[in-house]
């Protein structure tokens, strides 16, 4: 079990170099309240002097030290084949001696080593001040350190800031929720190991680290309670119930330790003094604990639950990294691969596109929408539903009332008397209202116009992705579309122009439809003028030899049957007495020395219509409704055959031809296929976690089972 520490260790090395957070390892993450003894903790396991000292807040970055147990004589060895073997296979480096028996590396200055302890802590201080100022702020971007000795044991440690509530010199105001966030998002990690601190000298009960490691670890199974400044406590008092659980119960354990004071690193007193002089103060204070408390009794735990917690998470671990890899696999290769053969990628981008646009069309495309219609579909609903339904809304008789077509009627016949219905008013009347089609057929254009713009964006996005590598040909394309689409818009909507022209041109009354209509109409006319006749002919007789005097008053004017005189009511006779009183005033008015102006008499807007204009409105609006009809029908019919055959499928045909035509040259080659930057990064950084991952398999893959147990 020894060997998983290091494997671990090994892990962390990989993933670091690609600067990626996305395997959660296991480590022991210390953590507790400003000056509560966490740096003197890590220092008592690490055996030497390496961290910043002293009061306030000094650890302002999260500080991973990986402690490496070497035997004295790997200790070359070791150095050597550390991390990545190719490193160090250069004699340059191999001849490098290393007199010391422990040694340190950083991350952040890749293979330099430093064997002077004291330059450990100067280096952690300077990149702390490089980061975070050299004030009193935070930041949460980690210092990696790797401590090599034969004094330590193998364990992966974090050192955490200290939580503070009050902001000093330069700190924000929300520097303890800062502090706060960075604990929570290295402890919420499920792989890590709590290392709860809490100062001896203070309530348990008041413990911030074990208040924060609850939170994320409610049952207690991945923390471990230190108690550090046992010696500090008041005279009178000791810290036997709190070691023995009684006070807080913590499930893997309390461990009490005594590290140095701050005169005691003023005087330059040695961590294995510190340690000698603790074991002496356990023994004296606490004599029935002092075996199961102290330093290297905490360095032991310590090793033995990382290794048991390693040996529990490696399962998981192995199955995530896995699944990760073959994500990255199949993000590398949507990606593709650098371009080689220009001519032919292009070529082949462009002709899979023309065909991926035709098939969206034809609604064989690889990619089938589910959200919405798209393509082809689309269009279809455009035409029957869209522009159907619209078609149908429209009133054959919208915008017309009886005045406009009595006033037509009138216009029509100029200044005689008509005897029959104008036709010329029909046609006037009809045209007016085939007119009407033809805003709602050229929408219907622009609506296919439209859908077959975004068919465009359709295959960008989802049938050929390769095009979002080059975003330089994807736009060239876009842009010779668009273009062939917008040079087919005006032709198309001519022809719909042309087509509700060519209804205007001539209105067939001999059209099969409308003699058909028309025959019926006249039927039922015919039937209700007899109906009306049958009822008013008993009363009509004596009214006609009693008016028979005044024939010339009560006749309707420009009639010319004998119905007009059938229907003259007492109604019409008394309207007719009330025309012709200002007629026969007219000619006195000269005599009074007025002129007469007839433009000035008020002509009526609204009146009742006589039986006769009645009649012929009825007819003009059923001759206009029936042609109407036919011609919306012709119109439904047409409109989109129109549409599919100069928009759609000339699109179709020459799509292919036209985008070879515009962008298939030499010239355009290197332009056109230049990836964008971020596309190369993405591609370097996915092959980069690719290769740290196969890695990250292969370490895991080479611990046997044995080592398990």
Not at 544 to 558: F, L, M, Y
Request: glycine share 6%; charged share 25%; proline share 5%.
């Amino acid at each position: 079990m020894e060997a998983l520490i290091p494997v671990i260790n090994k892990l962390q090395d990989v993933f670091n170099t690609v600067g990626a957070d996305i395997i959660q390892l296991p480590q022991i993450v210390v953590v507790g309240t400003q000056s509560s003894g966490k740096s003197s903790v890590l220092e008592s396991l690490v055996g030497r002097d390496l961290l910043p000292r002293g009061t306030g807040v000094v650890t302002r970055r999260p500080l991973i030290l990986q402690l490496v147990h070497v035997s004295p004589e790997d200790g070359r060895k070791t150095a050597g084949d550390e991390n990545d073997p190719a490193t160090w296979k250069n004699p340059r480096h191999l001849s490098k001696e290393i007199d010391a028996e422990e040694w340190g590396k950083f991350l952040h200055t890749k293979n330099k080593i430093y064997t002077d302890f004291d330059e450990i802590r100067q280096e952690i201080e300077n990149e702390t001040e490089r980061i975070s100022g050299n004030n009193k702020g935070i930041s949460p971007e980690p210092i990696h350190l790797k401590i090599f000795s034969s004094n330590v044991v193998n364990l992966t440690l974090v050192d955490l800031p200290g939580m503070t509530k009050v902001p000093v010199g330069d700190q924000p105001k929300d520097i303890e929720l800062q502090i706060r966030e960075l604990i929570l998002q290295f402890i919420s990690n499920p792989n890590s190991i709590i290392l709860a601190v809490t100062a001896a000298n203070t309530d348990m009960a008041t413990s911030e680290a074990l208040k924060i490691a609850r939170e994320v670890d409610p049952d207690g199974r991945r923390t471990l309670a230190v108690i550090t400044k046992l010696d500090l406590m008041d005279a009178g008092t000791d810290a036997m119930d709190v070691l023995m659980g009684r006070v807080i119960p913590v499930k893997l354990g309390i461990i009490g330790v005594v590290n140095r004071s701050q005169l005691d690193i003023n005087n330059k007193k040695s961590v294995v003094d510190s340690i000698r002089d603790e074991y002496g103060f356990l023994q004296k204070k606490y004599p029935s604990l002092a075996n199961r408390n102290g330093t290297k009794y905490l360095a032991r735990t310590l090793n033995r639950l990382l290794m048991h917690h390693i040996r529990d998470c490696l399962p998981e671990l192995k199955t995530r990294i896995n699944v990760l890899a073959a994500q990255y696999q199949s993000l590398l290769n949507s990606y593709g691969e650098p371009v080689e053969d220009k001519s032919a990628t292009l070529l082949q981008l462009i002709t899979k596109f023309a065909t991926e646009y035709c098939n969206t069309i034809e609604g064989t495309a690889k990619y089938i929408e589910t959200s919405e219609l798209c393509g082809g579909a689309r269009i279809c609903y455009i035409f029957h539903e869209t522009f159907g339904r619209t078609l149908e809304s429209v009133d054959p008789l919208g915008g017309l009332n009886t005045i406009d077509i009595l006033t037509a009627i009138r216009n029509a016949t100029g200044p005689r008397p008509a005897l029959f219905v104008p036709e010329v008013s029909f046609e006037l009347l009809v045209k007016r209202q085939i007119k009407r089609l033809e805003e709602p057929s050229l929408r219907c254009v622009e609506l296919v116009h439209e859908e077959m713009q975004r068919i465009i964006q359709h295959c960008s996005n989802y049938s050929t992705q390769e095009l979002l590598r080059f975003p330089k040909l994807h736009d060239a394309i876009v842009e010779v579309v668009t273009c062939l689409l917008r040079r087919r818009l005006p032709v198309t909507n001519e022809m719909v122009h042309n087509l509700v022209a060519i209804e205007l041109a001539y209105i067939n009354t001999k059209h099969p439809d409308f003699a058909d209509a028309c025959g019926l109409m006249n039927n039922n006319i015919e039937e209700q003028r007899r109906n009306r006749l049958a009822r008013e002919l008993p009363s009509a007789v004596p009214r006609d030899k009693a008016a028979s005097g005044a024939g010339d008053v009560t006749q309707e004017p420009g009639t010319g049957s004998w119905r007009g005189m059938l229907k003259t009511s007492k109604a019409e006779e008394s309207s007719a007495e009330e025309k012709s009183k200002p007629a026969a005033a007219l000619p006195a008015s000269p005599q009074k020395g007025h002129a007469v102006n007839l433009l000035d008499v008020p002509v009526p807007v609204a009146r009742k219509l006589s039986a006769r204009e009645q009649r012929d409105c009825e007819v003009i609006e059923r001759l206009i409704k029936s042609y109407f009809l036919i011609v919306r029908k012709n119109i439904q019919d047409s409109v989109p055959k129109a549409v599919m055959h100069f928009l759609v499928n000339h699109v179709k045909d020459t799509l292919q031809s036209e985008l070879v035509g515009q962008l298939y040259k030499s010239l355009l080659l290197d332009d056109l296929l230049t990836e964008s930057e971020d596309m190369a990064q993405r591609r370097k950084e996915a092959a980069d976690m690719l290769k740290a991952l196969q890695r990250a398999s292969q370490i895991i893959a080479e611990i046997r089972e044995t080592h398990l147990w």
